[in-house]
Each structure stands twice: as structure tokens, then as C-alpha cells.
């Protein structure tokens, strides 16, 4: 099992557990699925709460612009660290309501 709470780590962990048959159905949701991988977000919580809170992990997943990473991000966040000026550039690439739900909760 990789080592969640690195990039790398959490990147390889979404990439075992991902389903692409999974993109269909997300799309079927009007999920823009270009940059997933496909799974559910049952199986991105429970990692995210393998992970736990890890602010700066969350930045960097961010930046992939993987569907799930920034669904695992939006998760991982810690909302005491979360600035402002963080939020207004996450919420410029928001493509998908999905997205937006994830993170505004």
C-alpha cells in the first residue's frame, strides 16, 4: 500500500482503487469526467479519512487537476488553513457540479 500522505503516495492510492468503467456513469450525472479517473466518492472519503487532515497535501492534489485528487483534496483541506485568496483559485476551476458541491461542504 503506498504511502498516503505524500503526493505521490496519494496519487498511487487513487490509481489503485480507481474503477474506469465508473467514468460512464459519472458522465451519465453530467460529471465532466476529461481528467478522471473513475470512483465513486464513497471510496475517496474513506481514503480521505485514511489520510486525515493534511492542508498542504491538499494544495498539491489540487494542482493536478485530477477529478478525484481534487475531490480527495477538497476533503483533506484543513478549513483553519484555508485562505481566501486559496479558495477564489480553486473556485476558478470549478467544471463540475460535483466539484462544487464537494468542496463548498
Same mark, same amino acid.
Given at each position: 500500500?503506498?504511502? &498516503?500522505?505524500?503526493?505521490? *503516495?496519494?496519487m498511487?492510492?487513487? %490509481?489503485? +482503487? &480507481?474503477?474506469?468503467?465508473?467514468?460512464?456513469?459519472?458522465? @451519465?450525472?453530467?460529471?465532466?469526467?476529461d481528467?478522471?479517473? *473513475?470512483? @465513486?466518492?464513497?471510496?475517496?472519503?474513506? =481514503?480521505?479519512?485514511?489520510?486525515?487532515?493534511d492542508?498542504? =497535501?491538499?494544495?498539491? /492534489?489540487? %494542482?493536478?487537476?485530477?477529478h478525484?485528487a481534487r475531490?480527495?483534496?477538497? /476533503? +483533506?483541506?484543513?478549513?483553519?488553513?484555508?485562505? %481566501?485568496?486559496?479558495l477564489? @483559485?480553486?473556485?476558478?476551476?470549478?467544471?463540475?457540479?460535483? =466539484?462544487?458541491?464537494?468542496?463548498?461542504?
Amino acid at each position: 500500500m503506498p504511502e &498516503k500522505t505524500s503526493l505521490r *503516495g496519494a496519487m498511487e492510492a487513487l %490509481e489503485l +482503487v &480507481k474503477e474506469p468503467i465508473y467514468k460512464d456513469k459519472m458522465a @451519465r450525472f453530467g460529471i465532466v469526467t476529461d481528467h478522471a479517473l *473513475g470512483m @465513486r466518492i464513497p471510496v475517496i472519503r474513506k =481514503l480521505a479519512k485514511e489520510i486525515g487532515k493534511d492542508h498542504e =497535501l491538499a494544495l498539491s /492534489l489540487w %494542482e493536478t487537476q485530477v477529478h478525484e485528487a481534487r475531490l480527495l483534496a477538497s /476533503l +483533506v483541506a484543513d478549513p483553519t488553513q484555508m485562505t %481566501e485568496a486559496t479558495l477564489e @483559485r480553486w473556485v476558478q476551476d470549478f467544471y463540475s457540479w460535483d =466539484l462544487v458541491d464537494q468542496v463548498c461542504t
